[in-house]
């Protein structure tokens, strides 16, 4: 299987911990990005990287929140001091280029307690 | 502030029939729409894809209309199976500001086909 791999597929932390989150793009893709789902809403736009260059950042990411794509292949998001309001499916997704669409994995889902 | 709207939550349409699903977005800046599919424990998947140059464009049983003057685009499936239920969202983008594949989704609407 050469899509979107992303571990843990479910985290489950107390609140103030830190979790990371590890995703592996297909292989060939230079644009990464991440989005966060909760419940009812669409997936929402975090941040993306071209290679290793995080080129974008929304606003909803706080100062608690880190991604980095070290190489330019797998990308890890952090999230120190959880919070329960970061309880949502993080969904990574890559493409080659800006004007392909995007091919998602299957997402971490994490619950804060 | 939603620049992308699904306003129905939910459709449940019979085998066979035509499911039509809609999405209106607010933001004039967007040029490049898509829908996607999601079923449960799994990410979104591709499904069609328009651009702002055109009105139509159909892919097998699916179709995706978008009319500019009233910023709505419409995905038709025809005719529905059981397989095509799952949740659908559509997503906008903005080619023109070198941006296309950073989408903005809309909140989904879960398509029931029955027997």
């Known amino acids: 299987d050469t899509g979107v791999s992303q571990n843990p597929r479910h985290k489950i932390t107390k609140r103030g911990q830190n979790v990371t989150f590890r995703c592996d793009p297909i292989?060939?893709?230079?644009?990464l990005y991440w989005y966060r789902q909760t419940l009812g809403q669409g997936p929402e736009f975090l941040t993306y990287f071209q290679n290793e260059a995080q080129l974008e950042k929304s606003r909803l990411l706080s100062d608690r929140f880190s991604a980095e794509r070290p190489k330019g292949s797998f990308s890890t998001l952090e999230i120190q001091r959880t919070e329960q309001g970061d309880s949502a499916m993080y969904l990574c997704a890559s493409t080659l280029d800006s004007y392909e669409k995007l091919f998602f994995g299957s997402g971490t889902q994490l619950s804060v307690l | 502030d939603q620049q992308v709207k699904q306003n129905s939550p939910s459709l449940s349409v019979q085998e066979g029939r035509i499911s039509i699903l809609n999405c209106d977005y607010t933001?004039?800046?967007?040029?490049?729409f898509l829908w996607y599919k999601k079923y449960p424990a799994e990410g979104p998947t591709f499904l069609i894809s328009?651009?702002?140059?055109?009105d139509k464009n159909e892919d097998g049983r699916f179709t995706v209309f978008l009319n500019k003057s009233a910023k709505h685009l419409s995905l038709h499936i025809v005719p529905s199976q059981p397989g095509d239920s799952a949740v659908y969202f559509c997503?906008?983008?903005?080619?023109?500001?070198?941006?296309?594949?950073?989408?903005?989704f809309g909140t989904g609407t879960r398509l029931q086909v029955t027997l």
């Open positions: 933001n004039s800046m967007f040029d490049y």
């Open positions: 292989s060939e893709h230079n644009r």
């Open positions: 997503a906008a983008s903005a080619i023109r500001t070198g941006t296309a594949s950073k989408l903005t």
């Open positions: 328009i651009s702002s140059i055109k």
